[in-house]
């Protein structure tokens, strides 16, 4: 199959074409994360759009070079929710019909939005829990119509448009970024930046952030193309694609990127002994709890509503060691983020740290059990969060599931001696096991 090319000529033309309604978004420097990586870090601000992401840059990009033949038949997309926004207001802007599908798990705020910027030109059809299912409903309707599809990342032009945050990035920097940090989900924004940097920049060293629930890029490099995975975790919604693009991966791939752990970060991101010129392509996994510390640390730091997928490449900069004075990127892809999530959020930001922790807990039905938990087993700064019977099995012990969140991280492992010499039994739930995400 031959796949388009993606060149600084394709991204410049790009950003001609979507100058009138895609205005240059801020470049942010960052007191917090600079004092704490020793790094001159920007925040390359997408979740400032119109739209709240970089991906109206996509979509108008590809919808402002269909024939009138193309428009009139309508157009055709599927979203995890910020595309299918850029799509939209695309829609309304040119007077163009959509139809856009989106997973049925999308938070409503984006639903919401969808339907705002669309209005009477767009029809909303949610379908299946995963972009994927929603993707494959897209396709038969346009076999079915003929209408166009707006890819959200397996076109040129999409990239091409995406890539524009690069070119911008260049302009509004005295010198080229040493480091630049982008989320990554159906890989889209990955090639057009990374197609646009690897000429005009090469020295600049990019690292591609995926969730680790979500690592569909890191799987295509292994297996030398793009595969499908057997099952996503969809909370980084705006990155949780078990397939990327076949453009994208074409693009990536020939660069050479270097898979890494999060913990092996330095070797990517140091730019060995000097920090600067050596220009390494790295793609790396965040676990998802990391990425809602760094939703929330963006929140009560800087004020910045992130979204999952716009806090990835902050949440990966917080595992890397850069070169002491090293320009750092990071892209904050979008900040269209359900305020009704932010209990998940933080719960998830607790257990990543390790201050929240679940148990099971068998107590004697008798008087003074509860108090004698308390007192013999929590520590002073330890607090009860949930207290729920599981079930009474029988007249002498009652099971309960029993959230405890810690002062601090390491007093797990007092409270845990403090259980085992207790007579009251407790089994600790660990993170991940069928057990902890039944009953959590």
Do not use: W
């Amino acid at each position: 199959m031959h796949l388009p090319a993606l060149s600084v000529a394709d991204i410049d033309a790009a950003a001609e074409r979507i100058s009138a309604v895609v205005a240059p978004t801020p470049l942010e420097y960052s007191e917090r994360l600079s004092a704490l990586t020793g790094a001159n870090v920007y925040l390359k601000r997408e979740d400032l759009t119109r739209v709240r992401s970089y991906k109206l840059r996509g979509a108008y990009n590809v919808m402002a070079q269909l024939s009138p033949a193309e428009r009139e038949a309508g157009v055709v997309t599927a979203s995890a929710g910020n595309h299918a926004q850029g799509v939209a207001y695309s829609c309304r802007a040119m007077g163009v019909r959509g139809r856009i599908y989106v997973p049925t798990r999308t938070p409503k705020q984006k639903r919401d939005r969808i339907r705002a910027h669309g209005g009477a030109f767009v029809e909303l059809i949610p379908t299946g829990d995963t972009f994927d299912a929603a993707a494959a409903a897209a396709a038969d309707d346009v076999a079915r119509t003929g209408a166009t599809m707006v890819a959200p990342f397996d076109d040129a032009r999409t990239a091409a448009g995406q890539g524009t945050i690069a070119r911008e990035m260049l302009d509004q920097l005295p010198a080229a970024p040493d480091v630049v940090l982008v989320p990554v989900g159906g890989g889209g924004c990955l090639a057009g930046i990374a197609a646009y940097l690897h000429e005009k920049s090469p020295h600049t060293s990019i690292v591609g952030v995926e969730p680790a629930g979500a690592a569909s890029m890191t799987a295509a490099l292994v297996a030398g193309g793009p595969v499908t995975l057997p099952e996503v975790d969809p909370f980084v919604d705006g990155a949780a694609v078990k397939r990327v693009g076949d453009v994208p991966y074409a693009v990536v791939s020939r660069l050479g990127p270097e898979i890494v752990s999060h913990a092996n970060l330095p070797l990517v991101a140091a730019l060995r002994n000097d920090g600067l010129g050596t220009g390494p392509f790295g793609m790396t996994q965040v676990d998802e709890g990391a990425v809602c510390t760094a939703m929330l640390d963006l929140y009560q730091n800087e004020g910045i509503i992130a979204e999952p997928a716009g806090a990835l490449s902050v949440a990966a900069l917080e595992g890397m060691t850069v070169a002491p004075g090293a320009t750092v990127v990071c892209l904050i892809s979008g900040g269209n983020n359900d305020v009704s999530r932010y209990g998940e959020v933080i719960e998830r930001s607790l257990v990543h740290r390790g201050l929240k922790h679940y148990f099971l807990v068998d107590f004697p039905q008798e008087p003074g059990a509860l108090r004698r938990f308390l007192d013999e087993v929590l520590g002073p700064d330890d607090d009860i969060t949930l207290f729920e019977y599981v079930k009474r099995n029988n007249r002498e012990f009652g099971a309960a599931l029993v959230g405890i969140e810690l002062g601090t991280a390491d007093g797990l492992t007092s409270l845990l001696a403090r259980m085992d010499v207790s007579p009251i039994e407790a089994q600790r739930l660990e993170p991940g096991s069928p057990a902890y995400r039944y009953l959590t």
